[in-house]
């Protein structure tokens, strides 16, 4: 009897089958990860804006023409983040990196217009507060809480930040 070297169609197709089979575990196993990955930075993005505002809070922050557009002992209005000029004035040393989602390409912090924004995977809202709970819009106001609304992206659930003080 002759022994053949080599394998069998039957072994190549099995060997190929496991192969596939482990590629497809590896792919889905890396797409969970890089999606847990940008939760954690989405997460880490609204800690350190939330940061940023808590220590906006003792400071009174003033215009090119001293007007004061910020009171010391209430939270920026989000006025401050939706008008450029003082957008520039009173986030001038948030680190822009955190105001821009993974993957996003433009800002991604948005000033909230009402008490219960729904954001995309892609965005932030920052919603400052009043006392009685009504969103925080004009200088006039005073804001005394505030909150950062984002997306997960792997359960696709809203999470929300709050401010210290109320």
Not at 20 to 47: F, K, M, P, W
Not at 80 to 102: C, E, M, Q, R, V
Not at 107 to 122: C, E, F, G, R
Not at 135 to 162: D, G, L, P
Request: aromatic share 8%; proline share 4%; net charge positive.
């Amino acid at each position: 009897m002759q022994k053949h070297k080599g394998f069998t169609i039957i072994e190549l197709t099995i060997a190929m089958v496991v192969m596939v089979i482990l590629l497809g575990v590896g792919v889905v196993s890396l797409r969970s990860a890089r999606a847990n990955g940008r939760d954690y930075e989405r997460q880490a993005d609204a800690q350190i804006i939330a940061a940023y505002v808590e220590q906006l809070y003792a400071k009174e922050i003033r215009d090119s023409s001293n007007n004061v557009i910020k009171k010391a002992g209430t939270y920026p209005a989000t006025i401050l983040w939706s008008n450029a000029t003082y957008k520039g004035i009173a986030f001038a040393d948030l680190d822009t990196t955190t105001t821009h989602a993974p993957g996003a390409t433009s800002v991604s912090l948005l000033p909230a217009t009402s008490v219960s924004p729904a954001p995309t995977k892609d965005q932030y809202y920052y919603l400052p507060r009043q006392a009685d709970g009504a969103v925080c819009s004009t200088i006039a106001q005073e804001c005394r809480t505030f909150q950062i609304h984002y997306r997960t992206e792997v359960v696709n659930e809203q999470k929300i930040i709050e401010g210290k003080r109320k």
